[in-house]
């Protein structure tokens, strides 16, 4: 392989950050990260996640509210009348 021109490959922590589950597992990533965290004494980039296996309703079979805010209402939030679509 040629120097340089390849991201960090490297262990990586990630976390699921859904309020109630306490779940995270390293993997090996390129994936960029500010945060780190020390598990075992070592010191491993940490990446956020907000869903994972351990909390996704297709693994855990339970119904949750991950937004209570509807799609519609974010856009409406984000971009206001600046959208300039005309009305149906």
């Given amino acids: 392989m040629k120097e340089g021109i390849h991201p960090n490959y490297r262990e ?27 598990i075992d004494g070592k010191t491993y980039p940490l ?13 855990t079979g339970e119904t949750r509210i991950m937004d209570a805010e509807g799609r519609v209402d974010k856009f409406r939030k984000k ?6 679509g005309k009305a149906a």
């Fill in 47 to 59: 990446v956020k996640l907000d869903t994972s296996s351990a909390s996704h309703n297709f693994y």
């Fill in 12 to 38: 990586v922590v990630f976390k699921d950050m859904t309020p109630g589950i306490d779940f995270q597992f390293i993997c090996r990533s390129t994936v960029q990260s500010k945060e780190s965290i020390e």
């Fill in 79 to 84: 971009f206001g009348n600046r959208a300039g």
